[in-house]
């Protein structure tokens, strides 16, 4: 079975500083990719999404992400945050074939200090 | 807006009533998922709705009972819970069960606390 790691809880940076989530994700074969963003007391929105083709993937927000194979990875990435990017992070993983749906990482919280 | 609305937000309830999830979705979707969010955990699903057939049941306890009248409703029926079911309820849809081409659409949730 699919599974997603994210092995950061809690990341705080600094406003206008750049960026990276992790997310490692187990599965045999070429899986789909999925970020998603909660702010609190809300449900979650879709990031971005990686299929196929070009690995680096471009979200709303001014998020991007890229998929490597070799390293089993699709880490978020942002430049410079800005306040408002303070949220949680799901990272998800979903399979092609058969019962499909999502599995999803624990999350990583966001924290934007000044 | 997100497309997907659930109702109430906020549900306080005492362990002997009986109250109802709402979920709502305009998308044209046909699949529709909920899923109880955790302090701490990952996202749990409960349930999967496809064509209004249910097509996953992931353990819940019987405590929860779900239903789905059309493709475009999903209810969540709780009675006699547990205050360590406190948690937020999150609805979902997706164009149809292979929601890995097209990921999910959630709504707001319902925070629920039981007493």
């Known amino acids: 079975a699919q599974s997603v790691t994210q092995p950061d809880i809690h990341i705080t940076v600094s406003e206008g500083a750049s960026l990276e989530l992790r997310c490692n994700y187990s599965?045999?074969?070429?899986?789909?990719l999925f970020w998603y963003v909660q702010s609190p007391g809300q449900g979650l929105q879709l990031l971005l999404k990686?299929?196929?083709?070009?690995?680096l993937v471009q979200g709303i927000k001014g998020f991007e992400a890229e998929f490597k194979r070799s390293q089993s990875s699709f880490n978020l990435r942002k430049p410079s945050v800005h306040w408002s990017d303070a949220a949680e992070y799901f990272c998800a993983v979903g399979v092609y074939f058969g019962n499909e749906k999502l599995t999803f990482g624990t999350g990583t919280r966001l924290t934007i200090i000044p | 807006e997100t497309g997907v609305t659930q109702t109430p937000r906020h549900l306080v309830m005492g362990m002997t009533n009986k109250k109802s999830l709402k979920c709502e979705q305009h998308l044209g979707h046909n699949a529709m998922y909920w899923y109880k969010q955790s302090a701490k955990k990952p996202l749990e699903l409960m349930f999967v709705?496809?064509?209004?057939?249910?097509?996953e049941n992931n353990s819940v306890p019987s405590r929860f009972s779900p239903e789905c009248p059309n493709s475009s409703h999903l209810f969540l029926h709780l009675h006699t819970l547990q205050p360590e079911d406190s948690a937020l309820y999150l609805c979902a849809s997706s164009q149809d069960q292979t929601a890995a081409n097209y990921g999910y659409t959630f709504g707001s949730g319902t925070r629920l606390t039981v007493v």
């Open positions: 709705y496809s064509l209004e057939e249910r097509v």
């Open positions: 990686y299929f196929s083709g070009d690995t």
């Open positions: 599965y045999g074969a070429t899986p789909y």
